[in-house]
């Protein structure tokens, strides 16, 4: 009941046009501080992470002995997107797992990436959830360019911190940088300074999952979306079907 109340005290400020990340970031954070319990899904986060690192050689083998080692590491990146608590509570990793020897693209503006990538001198990647930062591992492997990977500034439902992230091994594939936003999004006025200078200067952006999608896809310059699509609205946001496993750039690329 505190934290109901806690969280309804916080409705008549948030505006019709505060996106959902926003919203769930004061959600959590009053789920938070009612429980003094910062980082509900460590537990869970960490033994995801576990299991699937133990499948590291396996998925890499995968990639390196497929047609295009490129595409299938992005497409086993955007597969991974299902690991996402906050969408699924009742997801179920061993079912997801299953999903990948088959399922493909639906959506896939491959050949615009591998023109953007190889212009690319640098890439900033912004990571989603923790678990799949085994498979944002694997697809770095693949894009033989310096990378920063930026992750949540704090524990935000299971989305994958800098702990989170060395964890899966990130930090010996890429520099791992915090964006200073504890949504779970990338909601560029609540981010550094630090991070905005490097958003800014990045030559090729890869955004996975859909909260960076719903905080980072009206804007004006060029982004890859990288996820699989979990929620109706952001389907119909797309023009895409629901569940649909896509890599598009964002409408309002230059």
Do not use: W
Request: proline share 5%; hydrophobic share 40%; glycine share 4%.
């Amino acid at each position: 009941m505190k934290v109901i109340n806690r969280i309804a005290l916080n409705i008549p400020k948030i505006s019709f046009t505060t996106s959902p990340p926003e919203i769930g970031m004061i959600v959590y954070k009053s789920i938070y501080h009612i429980t003094k319990v910062k980082d509900p899904f460590k537990k869970i986060k960490k033994s995801t992470t576990r299991k699937l690192l133990k499948m590291y050689p396996e998925f890499k083998k995968k990639i390196k002995k497929s047609q295009d080692p490129l595409y299938t590491a992005l497409k086993f990146a955007a597969l991974a997107n299902a690991i996402d608590l906050g969408a699924n509570p009742d997801f179920n990793l061993n079912k997801e797992l299953k999903n990948f020897g088959g399922k493909d693209f639906d959506v896939c503006e491959y050949s615009e990436f591998k023109k953007a990538l190889k212009k690319a001198k640098n890439i900033l990647y912004i990571a989603d959830n923790a678990g799949e930062t085994v498979f944002d591992r694997l697809l770095i492997e693949e894009l033989n360019r310096p990378v920063k990977y930026a992750v949540r500034a704090d524990p935000i439902i299971n989305d994958a911190t800098s702990e989170d992230a060395q964890d899966a091994g990130l930090d010996k594939v890429a520099e791992i940088i915090s964006s200073g936003c504890e949504a779970p999004g990338t909601i560029l006025r609540l981010c550094s300074l630090e991070f905005k200078k490097v958003f800014a200067r990045a030559d090729l952006i890869i955004s996975k999952g859909q909260g960076n999608y719903e905080t980072l896809s009206n804007l004006k310059r060029l982004i890859f979306f990288l996820l699989k699509l979990k929620c109706p609205v952001i389907a119909r946001d797309m023009g895409i079907p629901f569940g649909s496993v896509v890599l598009i750039k964002n409408k309002n690329a230059p």
